[in-house]
């Protein structure tokens, strides 16, 4: 049959495990990242941002790390629990091309109980 | 906790008719967007919209696709004659000079 729309990549962890979500972004000039959650039928959720001069944010079981050299930002989830099952993505902004923020594909995390 | 709220939750409409989806941002926000999300497709950039007026826009965003500000707290799209491909899930949200935050959006069905 006929594919429509993308294919995520998808990501498989056991509850209680740590997960870590990759992303690439275009932009070298973005200095700003968010981390969104997306649960089905919702709207994404803010997760945890970054600015371009830190390399490294933390915040309730989650970290985001961000490496500029590279164009690559990954979020860390801590003893990853059913509730975290959901589609992530990440956001990028680079003000001197605009007030608006480009999504990546995202990635479906699903927590195996 | 403030919240980017959207009314409606879902419209069914025949292709062709016109369509306004609603918005109330952030009381003190100050930058105001819509985006849309094709169902199992990622979340795409449609307008911004700074100081009563449109910042930036994409190219999705042609002249059939509107929005407005008509008092202090609404945003609104338009969208003035509806086709099959404009079947989507449509999020508002807003900003401070930080965070972006997003509504739950408007499902958007054409027929």
């Known amino acids: 049959g006929e594919s429509v729309g993308l294919h995520l990549p998808t990501l498989s962890v056991q509850e209680g495990d740590n997960s870590i979500i990759n992303c690439a972004y275009s932009n070298s000039a973005s200095d700003y990242f968010i981390w969104y959650k997306q649960e089905s039928g919702k709207g994404p959720q803010f997760i945890i941002d970054i600015r371009s001069n830190m390399d490294k944010r933390q915040g309730q079981r989650v970290t985001v790390l961000l490496n500029k050299t590279v164009k690559h930002l990954s979020l860390q989830i801590a003893a990853t629990q059913p509730g975290d099952s959901a589609v992530y993505f990440c956001?990028?902004?680079?003000?001197?091309?605009?007030?608006?923020?480009?999504f990546g594909t995202g990635t479906s995390l699903t927590v195996i109980p | 906790e403030p919240e980017v709220t959207q009314t409606p939750s879902h419209q069914v409409t025949q292709m062709g008719q016109e369509v306004i989806l609603r918005c109330v941002p952030i009381s003190n926000h100050l930058y105001f967007y819509w985006y849309r999300q094709i169902l199992g497709q990622k979340v795409e950039f449609l307008v911004s919209f700074y100081n009563n007026e449109i910042s930036e826009k994409s190219e999705i965003f042609d002249d059939q696709f509107s929005v407005e500000r008509p008092d202090g707290s609404n945003f609104t799209l338009k969208i003035r004659s509806t086709k099959l491909e404009d079947s989507a899930m449509y999020f508002c949200?807003?900003?401070?000079?930080?965070?972006?935050?997003f509504g739950e959006g408007s499902r958007l069905t054409v027929l």
């Open positions: 949200a807003s900003r401070g000079y930080g965070e972006l935050f």
């Open positions: 956001a990028e902004n680079a003000p001197l091309t605009g007030n608006q923020f480009y």
